[in-house]
Structures are given as C-alpha cells and as structure tokens.
C-alpha cells in the first residue's frame, strides 16, 4: 500500500476509535442512568453487552488491527494472544445479538411465561455465558489451531559461534506480527465464519422473520386500540433491531469472503487494498449502531434528549455562576472605588 493511503487508513481507523468510544459510551449511560428501570427488561441489558463489546472495539480491537500490521516485532505466542483478542470481541457482539433475537421471540411467542422466564438474575446469566462462550470461541487458537512460525528459515543457517552478536540477533529478533501469520485461514473459514458467524446469523434471520410473520399476523386480527398500538411498538422496535442485524451482517461478511478467496486461490487474489477497505468497514459497525439506536429506538431516544438537556443546564448554571461571581466582582471593586473617593 502507498504512504498516502496508510495514512488515510489510520486517520479513518482513528475517526471510527473516537466514534465507537463516545458513541457507545453514550449508549451505556443512557440506558444505566438515562432510561428508568431499563435494565430490568432483557433486550436492554443485552444491548448493554453489545455496546460493551462495541466499545471495547474502540478501545482495543481498532487499535490492535493497526498494530498487527506488521509494525510491531513480538513473539509469536503473544502476537497470536492480541489477535485472538479480535476474535473474542467480534463473537461477543454476535451472541449478544442473538440473544436479543431469542428475547424478542420468547417476548412475542410465550408472552404469559415471558416474566417468569426472563428474571433480571437469568438476564444477567444469559450476558455472562455470552461473555464465556465468546472468550472460549475467541481463544481457541491458544489451544493449538494456529499459523505454527516457520522453523525452516532459521534451521537452515549456518549455527553462528557465540562471540558473532550480529548473526544471533537476525536468527532470534521475531518477525513482524501481523494477524494471517498467526491466525491460520483454515480456522476463519471453516470454524470463525462458517460455525461462529454465519450460524448464528442464519439462526437470527429465521428468529426474525417468525417474529414479522406472526406480528403482520397478529396486527390484522387485532381490534382494541391499545392492542393494536402495543403491537407497532413492538414491530417497530423489532424492526430496529433487525436493522442492526443486517448491517452487522453487510458490515463483517465482505471481510469474511475475502479469507474465504484467499484460503481458496491464495494472497495474490485479493488487494491489499481491498483488504483494507474489507477492515475498515467490520471496524465502522461497531460506531454505526449507536446512531441506530439513536433513530430507531424511542427509549433510548428519549435518555438521549435527557441527557442533553441535562448537559446544557449544567453549562448554563456555570455560566450564570460565572456571569454572577464576575458581576460580585465587579460590583466590590465599584465600592472600593467609591470608599476610595470619600476618604480622599
């Protein structure tokens, strides 16, 4: 890749960093404080997880992708722990969503076992387990299913004697650290994309299209008002949160099918470029859902214009405690100035 271009991919990876920081930082507070009893209802907490997870790509797995670039020499088990970092954020966000799929399901299908079933402390439960899964699925490469680092380069020269420093060095400095040189393709094919990925999103697309099919259903035979209207508001927040399916879905995929044509025809298939622009967009998902939530859902909605409006009496109060403590002043030195007269 040219200079220039490296440049613009590390300023747009900084913009997304900045952007999923603050955006789902945002989200957090908005449903822990801004939304009144939020996180009793699951689909909240679970969209809590989500943009923890979403959050954390900000903070660790943006920049780790710029690191494991081959800008950092690191050892090769250390280099494979960074990158299954990735991997373990990216499968948080997925089972996160799924479990917000099996929650509205369960919501719309069982609604007399419903409160029975989905208890703040099985909630809880349910994130923790998506948490574990995440990090035993993450990590599996720790386990042995890996790029094993070429010995043959290093077998192959001449054994130095002891007092030739420089030739010791090239043989044990480790190589540049870069995601594929320790991640085998093999692995993110068949087992990340195929069973982690691809599973559970078919699973959530059949979730949700029995949720639309029975709602449409349910909103034609449906005659009270209040009925009626609890069933909008359940289609339409259904319908943003299969919004943010799809665009988790259009946003990794590409990523995905380019390990797929380079497991197949090899690295001289896809552009580094490509490749690139393939990174940049799994990364910009995680800052985009934030402003999904911000549109689409009228709760959050609602936290985010507290919020503001909180905000903006704040810098009101300090600046009329400002313009007040400026006006004291003022008006102390006026009486200075006047006692200074009659003494004269």
Known sequence: MAEWSWVVYTLLEAVIVVACCLGNLLVVFAVCVGVRDSLREPTFCFLVSLAVADFLVGVAAVPLAVVLDGWARLTPDLCLLLSCVVLVLTQASVLSLLAIAVDRYLRLHMPLRYKSLATQRRTCLVVSVCWLLSCLLG??????????????????????????SSSSSIITSPPPCTFLSVISLPFMVYFNFLGCVMAPLLVMMLLYVRIFWSLQARLKESSPHHVHASLLRERRLACSLA??????????????????????????????????????????????????YAYRIPKIQ????????????????????MEGQRSMRSSQGDQREAGGTTED
Request: with cysteine.
């Open 139 to 164: 990590f599996t490469p720790l386990l042995g299913w890996r790029n094993c680092p070429s010995s043959s380069s290093s077998s192959s020269l001449p054994l130095a004697p002891a007092s030739n």
């Open 243 to 292: 919004l943010v399916l799809v665009l988790f879905a259009g946003c990794w995929i590409p990523l995905h099918l380019m390990n797929c044509v380079l497991l197949v025809h090899g690295p001289q298939a896809v552009t580094q470029g490509l490749l690139y622009t393939g990174i940049l967009l799994s990364h910009a998902n995680s800052a985009i859902n934030p402003v999904i």
């Open 302 to 321: 609602q936290a985010y214009a507290h919020i503001w409006r909180r905000f903006l009496l704040r810098i009101n109060c300090r600046h009329g405690d």
